[in-house]
């Protein structure tokens, strides 16, 4: 490594410290991390605990392997998405009966749209980012080409924000709470009522927010959301998502994906669709079982964690994270580009470097995960159940080493991966 900056405050000393009296230090032991890897990348695929590698064993060789149907029933199979929703209703501040897991992100998004398309049926406007989430985007274009006369209005685009497209023509608002490219952090609680106020309902994508920070749905009105499980959930690559449903509109939705697990009586056989009364209304078809498991297990990881310990170390590590960087690598061309006030900012940090993607791989190569958005982002997740101090630290001696001495440059990082 070139010249050390372990003399700019924070010390190693002093990040060391700062673990020792973290107290949620001890949490990192229930995560099957891989020896010298600084894993920050949490943001895209949290890494596997060891209850949820002992919990899919067990779903494999004993329920299916052994018991083989019959774990429908004795296993609780055919429950598992409404119990494994009401684990995360509660990092999200839902009600019991308000949240089922099932399906993916896309797929909830859609479900959502129609149903508050539904519920407004006298206006015609979709409000979303422009710069959000393409798959959002994507999906509303997919609604809409099913929807005559219905249209989408975005941020960025047809008004510079979110609140100057709000009036009585808004049927509905899909946004994220925590933007994925550049971290910025919505105020639910805020964004709802002006929704509301204007007779709008709105849908929060809360993919970079549950698991990372105190969600409280119910106490903002907020009408419905989505989210993620292999992100800050850690349940594993391809993990089922999320629908929250708040119980007063409940009664009244009715998603378009009628499928038989969303029915009253599957088992009845029907030849029509009558909706389950509860949360179950929302689900479509199979859900992937073993996957389903592992997102179960990995919530149990949340039964003693104080989530507001969680926000206060997401803070500092991020903190700590840009004000390393631009101390020591601040010469080098990489700009943060993610709100420096960590009220406004979620658990991610990204900045800018036209070299950012061989950079990134250059980094990936000595140990240090995060990921790529284009055109120029490099994105680091902070998930502060296992992240320490000293990974902090420690990335960025890696990251100044390598703008240091041009490493990136090397043709092995240039070639671009299908997933960066
Ligand atoms: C904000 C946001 N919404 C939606 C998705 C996609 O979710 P899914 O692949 O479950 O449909 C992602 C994935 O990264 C995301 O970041």
């Given at each position: 490594?070139?010249?050390?900056?372990?003399?700019?405050?924070?010390?190693?000393?002093?990040?060391?410290?700062?673990?020792?009296?973290?107290?949620?230090?001890?949490?990192?032991?229930?995560?099957?991390?891989?020896?010298?890897?600084?894993?920050?990348?949490?943001?895209?695929?949290?890494?596997?605990?060891?209850?949820?590698?002992?919990?899919?064993?067990?779903?494999?060789?004993?329920?299916?392997?052994?018991?083989?149907?019959?774990?429908?029933?004795?296993?609780?199979?055919?429950?598992?998405?409404?119990?494994?929703?009401?684990?995360?209703?509660?990092?999200?501040?839902?009600?019991?009966?308000?949240?089922?897991?099932?399906?993916?992100?896309?797929?909830?998004?859609?479900?959502?749209?129609?149903?508050?398309?539904?519920?407004?049926?006298?206006?015609?406007?979709?409000?979303?980012?422009?710069?959000?989430?393409?798959?959002?985007?994507?999906?509303?274009?997919?609604?809409?080409?099913?929807?005559?006369?219905?249209e989408l209005k975005l941020?960025?685009?047809?008004?510079?924000?979110?609140?100057?497209?709000?009036?009585?023509?808004?049927?509905?608002?899909?946004?994220?709470?925590?933007?994925?490219?550049?971290?910025?952090?919505?105020?639910?609680?805020?964004?709802?009522?002006?929704?509301?106020?204007?007779?709008?309902?709105?849908?929060?994508?809360?993919?970079?927010?549950?698991?990372?920070?105190?969600?409280?749905?119910?106490?903002?009105?907020?009408?419905?959301?989505?989210?993620?499980?292999?992100?800050?959930?850690?349940?594993?690559?391809?993990?089922?998502?999320?629908?929250?449903?708040?119980?007063?509109?409940?009664?009244?939705?009715?998603?378009?994906?009628?499928?038989?697990?969303?029915?009253?009586?599957?088992?009845?056989?029907?030849?029509?669709?009558?909706?389950?009364?509860?949360?179950?209304?929302?689900?479509?078809?199979?859900?992937?079982?073993?996957?389903?498991?592992?997102?179960?297990?990995?919530?149990?990881?949340?039964?003693?964690?104080?989530?507001?310990?969680?926000?206060?170390?997401?803070?500092?590590?991020?903190?700590?994270?840009?004000?390393?960087?631009?101390?020591?690598?601040?010469?080098?061309?990489?700009?943060?580009?993610?709100?420096?006030?960590?009220?406004?900012?979620?658990?991610?940090?990204?900045?800018?470097?036209?070299?950012?993607?061989?950079?990134?791989?250059?980094?990936?190569?000595?140990?240090?995960?995060?990921?790529?958005?284009?055109?120029?982002?490099?994105?680091?997740?902070?998930?502060?159940l296992y992240v320490r101090?000293?990974?902090?630290?420690?990335?960025?001696?890696?990251?100044?080493?390598?703008?240091?001495?041009?490493?990136?440059?090397?043709?092995?990082?240039?070639?671009?991966?299908?997933?960066?």
């Amino acid at each position: 490594m070139g010249h050390s900056s372990t003399n700019v405050r924070p010390t190693v000393a002093d990040v060391e410290a700062m673990d020792r009296t973290d107290p949620l230090g001890h949490i990192r032991d229930a995560f099957a991390l891989p020896p010298g890897v600084i894993y920050l990348d949490g943001n895209s695929l949290g890494p596997v605990t060891h209850a949820v590698l002992a919990a899919v064993e067990k779903t494999a060789r004993e329920e299916w392997g052994r018991d083989l149907i019959k774990s429908y029933n004795d296993a609780g199979w055919w429950q598992l998405p409404v119990s494994v929703g009401e684990k995360i209703g509660r990092l999200i501040g839902a009600a019991s009966g308000e949240t089922v897991a099932c399906d993916t992100t896309s797929a909830n998004i859609f479900k959502l749209l129609h149903v508050a398309l539904d519920l407004r049926p006298d206006r015609k406007v979709i409000v979303a980012e422009g710069q959000g989430f393409p798959t959002d985007l994507y999906i509303a274009e997919g609604v809409l080409s099913t929807r005559p006369g219905k249209e989408l209005k975005l941020q960025g685009v047809d008004a510079p924000t979110i609140e100057a497209l709000l009036d009585h023509t808004v049927a509905v608002v899909l946004v994220n709470q925590v933007d994925y490219r550049t971290g910025v952090r919505r105020d639910i609680a805020s964004l709802t009522k002006q929704a509301h106020a204007v007779g709008a309902l709105i849908i929060w994508d809360l993919c970079h927010s549950a698991g990372a920070m105190p969600v409280d749905l119910n106490a903002a009105g907020a009408d419905f959301a989505v989210g993620c499980g292999y992100k800050y959930l850690n349940g594993g690559p391809g993990a089922p998502a999320f629908i929250f449903c708040a119980s007063r509109h409940l009664p009244h939705v009715n998603q378009p994906l009628s499928g038989w697990w969303g029915h009253a009586k599957p088992f009845a056989f029907e030849p029509g669709y009558t909706p389950d009364p509860g949360i179950r209304r929302f689900l479509c078809g199979s859900q992937p079982v073993l996957s389903m498991r592992a997102l179960d297990a990995a919530l149990d990881v949340w039964r003693n964690v104080d989530i507001d310990a969680v926000r206060t170390k997401s803070e500092a590590l991020t903190d700590l994270f840009i004000q390393r960087v631009e101390a020591t690598c601040g010469s080098y061309g990489v700009t943060l580009a993610t709100p420096r006030d960590a009220a406004v900012r979620g658990s991610q940090v990204s900045f800018a470097h036209p070299g950012g993607y061989p950079i990134m791989q250059n980094l990936i190569a000595r140990g240090v995960i995060g990921d790529f958005r284009a055109p120029d982002r490099m994105r680091f997740g902070f998930a502060p159940l296992y992240v320490r101090f000293r990974d902090v630290f420690d990335a960025v001696e890696i990251l100044r080493d390598i703008l240091t001495r041009e490493t990136w440059r090397d043709p092995q990082y240039q070639t671009r991966s299908e997933v960066t």
